[in-house]
Antibody, heavy 117, light 110 residues
């Protein structure tokens, strides 16, 4: 079955940098697009970024464009999200998710990122 | 950018009752690009409906989606205990390309 396991979250100081990873299994990772979606504590879902199966294009929400970078390593079946200049408003659970650009069909369990001094 | 508004914010119903959840878009949305998700406390979301009408794999037939243009509906024909959760609608826009989620509707036990 599809498994997506995020890692790399934790407490980070404002202005710091972070890289999240998502290890995929149970499907042909190199054949599918991948998303990152975040959810601030007690809030709704916010789409962050999408990368197609081959990494040829990358799409970002306006709120993160220029700060976040989505990437993938198909040989390692791993998705990444990296960003610098972390802000308190980046505090959220970050979900790795599989799907086409227009819909998400499977979600990981998420990793919590807390930006605080 | 298209904004999705979900109503009501909270729906209080009893098991066995029918739930009707609304998702209204600020501009017309292609039915092909409208989806619904369910999220229970402490869990990741789960895809219920895609393409406005099509049930995802393993989703019971008491869940159905309908609508077109700017008005879409998720209906749960008879609520079961495991259906009490938060539901989100989502659309895909081409310009700029990306996903937008509604604010969610919480279905709680009355």
């Amino acid at each position: 079955q599809v498994q997506l396991v995020e890692s790399g979250g934790g407490v980070v100081q404002p202005g710091g940098s972070l890289r999240l990873s998502c290890a995929a299994s149970g499907f042909s990772f190199s054949s599918y697009g991948m998303h990152w979606v975040r959810q601030a504590p007690g809030k709704g879902l916010e789409w962050v970024a999408f990368i197609p199966y081959d990494g040829s294009n990358k799409y970002y929400a306006d709120s993160v464009k220029g700060r976040f970078t989505i990437s993938r390593d198909n040989s390692k079946k791993t998705l990444y999200l990296q960003w610098n200049s972390l802000r308190p408003e980046d505090t959220a659970v970050y979900y790795c998710a599989k799907g086409r650009i227009e819909v998400i069909d499977y979600w990981g369990q998420g990793t919590l990122v807390t930006v605080s001094s | 950018e298209i904004v999705l508004t979900q109503s009501p914010g909270t729906l209080s119903l009893s098991p066995g009752e029918r739930a009707t959840l609304s998702c209204r878009a600020s501009q017309s949305v292609s039915s092909s690009y409208l989806a619904w998700y369910q999220q229970k406390p402490g869990q990741a979301p789960r895809l219920l409906i895609y393409g406005a009408f099509s049930r995802a794999t393993g989703i019971p037939d008491r869940f159905s989606g309908s609508g077109s243009g700017t008005d879409f509906t998720l209906t749960i024909s008879r609520l079961e205990a495991e259906d009490f959760a938060v539901y989100y609608c989502q659309q895909y826009g081409r310009s700029p390309p990306g996903l937008t989620f509604g604010g969610g509707t919480k279905v709680e036990i009355k």
